[in-house]
């Protein structure tokens, strides 16, 4: 990726639609281009670190919404850039969590692209947004959106010269799709051979949680595209691992993994640093280290793979990686607690300590950026419409920075959202 080429921000926005075009169409129309959050100077924009994005996913508009990043790690609203689609929310549940995903909205710092999900009636898109390099916060599509290759995508990946981006879909088409993203030349193509199901028996919009696709990853070398599966009680759920040739395209099938003893409902997917192996949140039970060095013995997870039980969980469901303090942490939408994990050499988890959040402000999407040296994590609160910033001062030691207000500004701003749907965070450091 040559630095020179402007920044680009890169949203894939996706779903499923049942709305017939008409009405969705006028309300799409009074709902899309941008809406300013917050006033600032230039001198502050280009000041800003970055930006966190997440997704308002209303049905009767999709947002980006963009806050920047201070460099003390705190939040500013600043503007909402329509994704020109609707959002969406999954059937077996009316709450937070519409997508009953991680991933929903995805950025890259090598790329400079962000990527999110997005609805049309009737059709299945993605689109990509630019970044503008002096205001992360200032995102503008690039081309069109383009065919998901399924129905109710929930979930992006984006390789780590950020120009592919792999679609997960979990509805009635359900599987992987990857696409080429040229921000030179604005557009974004289909990847040939990258359309491959997960045979999931689904709906449109998706049935969950159980029995939906969770989350997609490239892993740590780029050779994998994994797609999480949540199982469906007592049937434990898979990670599906399909190769990843050099022009991108996938092999045919995927090689199932189901988690070690314990585990049930793989949920979000976040790489281990030089390891080879993923931590997987499990809303039935906490967490699950697979190994993917090991040959799956009968498809379950095995050499250093393992299952972390969380007492008292409900559903830990999204997670993220430190880079200062070299562990993991999770969310959990039930107890609305974020949960630190530590792994030592052999893989081996466990829990450092528990950060409360308050009850029922349901903690789900959440990423970890580095500022000045300095990590902090943002939490959607989607229940209380708010950002936690947590500041990540050393193991164990996390504290609260700021409860960045959300439905105040988006009122304001004239931005309709719910707590039920928003989803997705994701965030993006401008380069030194
Ligand atoms: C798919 O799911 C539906 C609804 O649960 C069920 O009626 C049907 O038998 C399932 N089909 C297959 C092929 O498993
Ligand atoms: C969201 O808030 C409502 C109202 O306080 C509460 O009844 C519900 O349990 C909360 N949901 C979650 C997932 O915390």
């Known amino acids: 990726m040559k630095l020179t080429i402007s920044s680009v921000i890169l949203s894939v926005l996706v779903a499923s639609s049942l709305v017939s075009s008409a009405p969705l169409d006028a309300r799409h129309n009074k709902n899309r281009g941008k809406k300013m959050m917050g006033k600032a100077s230039q001198a502050t924009l280009s000041s ?42 999954g059937l077996g549940g009316d709450g ?37 390099p002096k205001n992360p916060t200032n995102l503008q599509m690039i081309g069109q959106p383009i065919g ?92 599906a691992v399909w190769d990843v040739a050099k022009d991108g395209s996938l092999s045919k099938d995927f090689q199932p993994m189901q988690p070690a003893k314990g ?31 090991a040959t799956p013995a009968n498809g379950v997870a095995a050499g250093q793979s393992s299952i972390l039980t969380i007492a008292g969980q409900k559903a830990t469901c999204w997670s993220s990686f430190s880079q200062k303090t070299k562990n993991f942490y999770v969310t959990d939408i039930g107890t609305s607690q974020v949960t630190e994990i530590s792994l030592d050499n052999n893989l081996k988890p466990t829990i450092v ?54 439905a105040g500004p988006a009122k304001a701003a004239g931005l309709p959202l719910n707590a039920a749907n928003l989803q997705g965070m994701t965030t993006f450091i401008k380069r030194a």
């Open 353 to 406: 300590k528990q950060y409360p959040q308050g009850d029922t402000v349901a903690t789900i999407d959440n990423d970890i950026a580095t500022v000045g040296g300095n990590d902090f994590m943002f939490v959607l609160a989607p229940n209380a419409t708010q950002v936690r910033v947590l500041s990540l001062k050393a193991p164990g030691n996390a504290v609260a920075l700021q409860t960045l207000d959300i």
């Open 148 to 239: 998901s290759g399924g129905e109710f995508p929930m979930s992006v990946a984006i390789n780590k010269a950020g120009n592919n981006v792999c679609a997960l879909n979990s509805g009635s088409i359900n599987g992987v799709a990857c696409f080429a993203v040229d921000k030179a030349k604005g557009t974004i193509k289909p990847i040939a051979n990258t359309v491959r199901s997960l045979k999931l028996n689904q709906t449109t919009p998706a049935t969950g949680p159980a029995g939906t696709a969770s989350h997609v990853i490239f892993s740590e070398d780029g050779t994998k595209l994994i797609a999480s599966v949540k199982g469906v009680p007592p049937t434990p759920g898979i990670i």
């Open 263 to 293: 585990g049930l409902l793989p949920f979000s997917m976040t790489v281990i640093p030089g390891k080879n192996a993923i931590l997987a949140t499990d809303a039935g039970v906490g967490a699950a280290i697979f190994d993917l060095n």
């Open 96 to 132: 937070p969590d519409p997508l009953f995903a991680q991933g929903a909205v995805k950025a890259s710092a090598a790329g400079e692209i962000v990527a999110a999900r997005k609805v049309n009636a009737g059709s299945n898109t993605i689109s990509v947004f630019a970044i503008d």
């Open 48 to 89: 800003a670190a970055g930006a966190a994005y997440f997704l308002t996913n209303e049905p009767a508009g999709n947002f980006v919404v963009a806050a920047s990043i201070g460099s003390d790690g705190k939040l500013t609203l600043r503007q909402a850039t329509s994704s020109d689609g609707a959002g969406s929310h």
